[in-house]
């Protein structure tokens, strides 16, 4: 069985640039959740994709934004980078069913230094 | 809205000594609770949670922990800790949909030799 996988690692941009954030999820779960994670804080909730749509959503702007594929793989896009958007992403994956939603297992982060 | 309390930043203890972690919630309805682990530098790794029955919950690497809904805590235990326990402990509360887990803002654990 795979685990939650992420890409790439790190990360080196500037302000006002874009980037984009990889996550493929562990094998058997059907939906991706993404979080912000700034130095020496918890992890805050970004957005879900269940079934290629957003499934609810954090207090981020617009400027962040998603795509979950149909092999249940996810993107994280970031739009006009803020030195603020310097953080780990994490990327959760889960399953959801009917009525329910399972535990996320979490892949290893992407860390993102916006200069 | 659910909020997560850890009320301790740091923790030193000494190794084998035994441990708890404070976690409080605020959560309207029965929460579901987790506890994760993070290694510097590393993602999250589920140590255990509790979704329903039996409020003392056992987990990986000798961690149990024990959900007290009239104090609103489901504080992490462990009798006997080893130096690889050093790590940043986080709980979390899943909200009603399920599809959000707000998260405290950890507990960082040294182990002193």
């Known amino acids: 069985e795979t685990g939650v996988t992420q890409s790439p690692t790190h990360l080196i941009k500037t302000r006002g640039q874009q980037v984009t954030l990889r996550c493929s999820s562990q094998?058997?779960?059907?939906?991706v959740s993404w979080y912000q994670q700034a130095l020496g804080q918890g992890p805050q909730f970004i957005f879900q994709?269940?079934?290629?749509?957003?499934?609810g959503r954090g207090n981020f702007p617009p400027r962040f934004s998603g795509l979950q594929f149909p092999n249940y793989s996810s993107e994280l896009n970031v739009n006009a980078l803020e030195l603020d958007d310097s953080a780990l992403y994490l990327c959760?994956?889960?399953?959801?069913?009917?009525?329910?939603?399972?535990?996320?297992?979490f892949g290893p982060g992407t860390r993102l230094l916006v200069l | 809205a659910q909020s997560v309390t850890q009320p301790d930043i740091h923790i030193t203890v000494s190794e084998g000594a035994s441990l708890e972690l404070r976690c409080n919630y605020s959560y309207g309805a029965t929460p579901y609770l987790f506890w994760y682990v993070q290694s510097p530098g590393q993602g999250l790794q589920l140590l255990l949670k509790y979704f329903s029955g039996d409020t003392l919950v056992q987990g990986i690497k000798g961690f149990e922990a024990e959900f007290k809904r009239s104090q609103s805590s489901f504080n992490l235990r462990k009798p006997s800790v080893h130096w690889s326990d050093a790590a940043e402990y986080f709980c979390?509360?899943?909200?009603?949909?399920?599809?959000?887990?707000?998260f405290g803002g950890g507990t960082r654990l040294m182990v002193k030799p």
């Open positions: 094998s058997g779960h059907n939906t």
């Open positions: 959760a994956s889960s399953n959801t069913g009917s009525g329910y939603q399972e535990t996320q297992y």
């Open positions: 994709y269940y079934r290629e749509e957003e499934n």
């Open positions: 979390a509360v899943h909200n009603n949909a399920g599809n959000m887990l707000t």
